[in-house]
């Protein structure tokens, strides 16, 4: 007979590193239903009607909460990546070591660049094409 020693169901929740590791762990969970909202929404360009119904969906209130909730998620899973990313991947130019302020800074420099092109294409450039489907028009 050997000993098998027993821990509570939340031994973690007294260690705020493991805590924080399964806050980190638990975002997949927002993302999982941005994912699967935004699967659902390719399936809605089969018709305009679907895709009217799908946007209504969109629309409900603890539907743009759970979206906002997923943004966060997000922001803090790519926190804790970047802040992790340099002792994992150290970067070297030459014999010298790139700096992990600077690696983590380059980071979140890329993510404000692709959210800046994103803003101008959606918002700022072209003909607006969602906008004949929201008023019940054809695409």
Known sequence: MSYKPTLPRTWWLKHRYFVLYML????????VFLLCSLTAGGFALQS????????????????????????????YHAFTFFRLFPRVMPV???AKLVPPAIMVAAQWFAVVAVIAVFLWLFMFSGPHYGAGISQGGSV
């Open 24 to 31: 980190r762990e638990g975002t997949v969970l927002p993302l």
């Open 48 to 75: 305009a009607e679907h895709f009217v119904r799908w946007q209504q969906f969109m629309a409900i209130p603890w539907v743009v909460a759970a979206q906002g909730l997923a943004l966060i998620a997000a922001l």
């Open 92 to 94: 070297r130019i030459g």
